[in-house]
């Protein structure tokens, strides 16, 4: 005897399936990113380093560079969010930290406010960028740079495992303020890569 044909049920994504996904930028994605980019600075202006009115003036031969190197470079590279519609909800990104050698760092790392919180993307981007670094930039050290006054990103980076290395710089666009320099201890926790 046959079991019975269950009644069908309509299709349901899982309850645990998230409503974005983390990709590499792709190099024609420039637009993309420089309405991210302009966002992000007016919406945490402390965040980054650089100020609207800067980002604003460059040309789009700027920006096409950024998001070429973003999406093929060999030690550096930019993850963002996207979400089911297309919309992109977030980024952060992983490269050589300039003039300090054996160091890499995570950058540009914002995801639009409607999505912050548990069940966001924010430390899937982050993860993304880990594990770029570590399987591509050959150094020991992985750090970033967050603003004194930015708490919420110091919690969300202390919980990711990122620590204080006790070190601050001045922060670039004000230097009565400053930048917390915070180490990710677990970055070469297994050895280099030979990747
Ligand atoms: C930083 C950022 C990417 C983190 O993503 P997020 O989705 O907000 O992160 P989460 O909500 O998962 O984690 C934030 C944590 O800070 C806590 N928090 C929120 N507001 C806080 C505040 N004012 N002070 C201290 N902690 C705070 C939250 O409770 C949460 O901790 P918990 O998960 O242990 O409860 C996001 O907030 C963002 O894009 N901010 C603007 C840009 C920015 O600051 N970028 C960082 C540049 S270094």
């Known amino acids: 005897m046959t079991e019975p044909t269950p009644a069908r049920r309509p299709a349901e994504p899982p309850a645990d399936r998230p409503d974005y996904r983390v990709r590499r930028i792709e190099a024609g994605e420039w637009r993309e990113l420089r309405a991210l980019r302009l966002e992000a600075l007016t919406d945490t202006p402390t965040a980054f380093s650089t100020s609207r009115a800067?980002?604003?003036?460059?040309?789009?031969?700027?920006w096409q560079a950024q998001a070429a190197a973003a999406a093929t470079g060999a030690s550096t590279a930019l993850f963002v969010a996207v979400g089911r519609d297309g919309s992109w909800?977030?980024?952060a990104g992983a490269a050589p930290v300039p003039d300090v050698p054996d160091h890499a760092h995570?950058?540009?790392?914002?995801v639009t406010p409607a999505h912050r919180g548990r069940s966001g993307p924010a430390a899937d981007l982050v993860?993304?960028?880990v594990g770029f670094a570590r399987a591509r930039i050959d150094v020991g050290h992985l750090t970033l740079g967050v603003h004194e006054a930015n708490a919420r990103a110091?919690?969300?980076?202390?919980?990711?495992?990122f620590v204080p290395?006790?070190?601050?710089?001045?922060?670039?666009?004000?230097?009565?303020e400053r930048l917390r320099i915070l180490g990710y201890p677990g970055f070469r926790a297994q050895?280099?890569?030979t990747e």
């Open 191 to 193: 050895g280099r890569s």
């Open 165 to 176: 290395t006790g070190l601050e710089v001045p922060y670039p666009l004000d230097p009565a």
């Open 106 to 110: 995570v950058y540009s790392v914002y």
């Open 89 to 91: 909800l977030g980024m």
């Open 154 to 161: 110091q919690s969300f980076y202390h919980r990711l495992g």
């Open 127 to 129: 993860t993304a960028a």
């Open 54 to 62: 800067a980002d604003e003036a460059l040309p789009d031969g700027a």
